[in-house]
């Protein structure tokens, strides 16, 4: 039962995080595409915010989840690997935004380094999705 908890959360999380990318693509079209959007500034960065914590802390969730069902964890496994590349892309995501937060429109580079983190740590979350997804088949509803 433990197991089900950390793809339900990490899963969830993935959705909210579309939605907050969502809010990003406003921000991202009226500075580079010149169409007119509202940027919801304050709801971008504090729902960013839940989906970095809550995807990092996911992470170490995962490892936990593993060691208690199953004894030992699997380091050599992608959804492993990749689960652990997460936490520095995630820690650039969190820095990048809180900085341009508390610093408003002041930097043209750091939305790009925002932005290229940001389709990183996407990428990486996709592995986890189809990895975790195969996890689930193969060994929970076994
Ligand atoms: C700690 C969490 C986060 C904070 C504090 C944050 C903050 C910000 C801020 C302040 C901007 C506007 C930058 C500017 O144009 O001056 C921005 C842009 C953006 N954010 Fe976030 N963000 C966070 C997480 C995320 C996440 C999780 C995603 C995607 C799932 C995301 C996607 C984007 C995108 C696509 C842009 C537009 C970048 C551009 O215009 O080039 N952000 N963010
Ligand atoms: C941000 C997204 C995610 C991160 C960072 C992440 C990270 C991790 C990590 C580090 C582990 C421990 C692996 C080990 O110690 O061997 C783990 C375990 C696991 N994850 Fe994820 N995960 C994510 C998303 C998902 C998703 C979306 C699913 C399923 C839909 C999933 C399913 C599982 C399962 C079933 C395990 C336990 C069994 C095993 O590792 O063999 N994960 N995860």
Request: hydrophobic content about 55%; proline content about 3%.
């Amino acid at each position: 039962m433990l197991l089900w908890i950390h793809p339900l959360v990490q899963g969830l999380t993935a959705l909210l995080a579309l939605y907050v990318l969502w809010l990003g693509w406003q921000r991202f079209s009226s500075r580079h595409l010149g169409r007119q959007t509202v940027f919801q500034w304050n709801r971008h960065v504090t729902l960013g915010k839940v989906v970095v914590i809550v995807w990092a802390l996911g992470a170490f969730g995962g490892i936990g989840a593993t060691y208690i069902s199953f004894g030992k964890i699997f380091p050599q496994s992608t959804h492993f690997i990749a689960g652990l590349l997460t936490l520095p892309v995630l820690l650039l995501v969190w820095l990048t935004g809180t900085h341009m937060d508390r610093n408003r429109g002041k930097s043209n580079t750091l939305p790009l380094v925002h932005l290229v983190a940001v389709l990183v740590m996407l990428v990486l979350v996709g592995i986890q999705a189809v990895t975790g997804i195969g996890i689930v088949q193969n060994v929970l509803l076994k």
